[in-house]
């Protein structure tokens, strides 16, 4: 499989902070990627510096085989990666579908006027959202009428719209319950389905295992360990995260 996005050697300092010491990290296309390690591991920096929140010290980001540098989060919105960040950001107030297009609205002209046209917005949001959630249908509804995995849809809904082909998660089932737990990974299988590559971060080792292909662990700002997720268990998991293990053990 051919690599969609290839971080190589990064550093991040925040002040006297060394976030990131050279980290690493190669992530196959069509993938669910996830990224795992202790609080303080570095794993909110480096998605901040794919998404072009922070620009690092040094180091390499390759996508699609092309060397990058993110100047601002529009900058990797616009080249495919769209990441959606632990607090959602969706406006509560307003509908499915003026949620998906804020800031990126659809218009017509009229007779030289520029008008919302709502009719394509809420065509289009329910072509997305019938790729991650068929049972929501009604495009209309407030946002805050909505569950919390209900909103992930929304918030995941977004990125389709600006067609991006780089999905980042950061922490999606921290604050659900069982069963919305359940309805994020599915919406995590529909976007792999989708040809689209994700990037998990999650400290939820049951949804790690259960979703992902292939798991990096990042331990004081360096690489641990890379691992193939079929085979892992949980509890294997939480194992190399808390040892710090750097070889990889017979299941
Ligand atoms: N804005 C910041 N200013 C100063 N230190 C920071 C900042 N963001 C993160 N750090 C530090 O960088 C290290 C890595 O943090 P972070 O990437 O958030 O880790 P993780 O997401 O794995 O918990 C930690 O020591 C953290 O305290
Ligand atoms: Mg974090």
């Not at 994020?184 to 990037?199: C, D, S, Y």
Request: proline share 2%; net charge neutral; glycine share 8%.
């Amino acid at each position: 499989m051919s690599s969609k996005i290839v971080m190589k050697n990064i550093f991040k300092n925040y002040g006297a902070v060394q976030a990131l010491r050279g980290v690493s990290i190669d992530i196959k296309e069509g993938d669910v990627h996830a990224i795992c390690g202790d609080n303080g591991a570095g794993k909110s920096t480096l998605i901040k510096i794919l998404s072009g929140v922070e620009a690092p010290e040094s180091g390499e980001i390759w996508v699609n085989d092309s060397a990058r540098k993110f100047d601002s989060p529009t900058d990797a919105l616009t080249s495919g990666i769209a990441t959606i960040h632990q607090d959602l950001a969706v406006a509560p107030r307003m509908s499915i579908s003026q949620n998906i297009f804020m800031g990126a609205e659809l218009t017509k002209k009229i007779f030289g006027v520029t008008l919302l046209d709502k009719a394509a917005m809420r065509r289009d949001a329910l072509g997305y959202m019938s790729q991650l959630n068929k049972s929501i249908t009604d495009m209309d509804t407030k946002v805050e009428a909505l569950s919390g995995g209900q909103r992930q849809a929304v918030a995941i809904c977004r990125a389709l719209r600006w067609n991006a082909d780089i999905v980042i998660l950061d922490e999606p089932t921290a604050a659900l319950g069982v069963r919305e737990t359940e309805q994020v990974l599915e919406l995590i299988r529909a976007l792999k389905q989708a040809g689209k590559t994700v990037i998990l971060i999650s400290h939820a080792m049951k949804d790690v295992v259960a979703v992902a292909d292939r798991v990096s662990i990042l331990r004081r700002g360096e690489n641990q360990i890379d691992l193939e997720a079929a085979n892992l268990t949980a509890d294997a998991l939480s194992h190399y995260i808390l040892s710090g293990d750097r070889q990889i053990k017979a299941a």
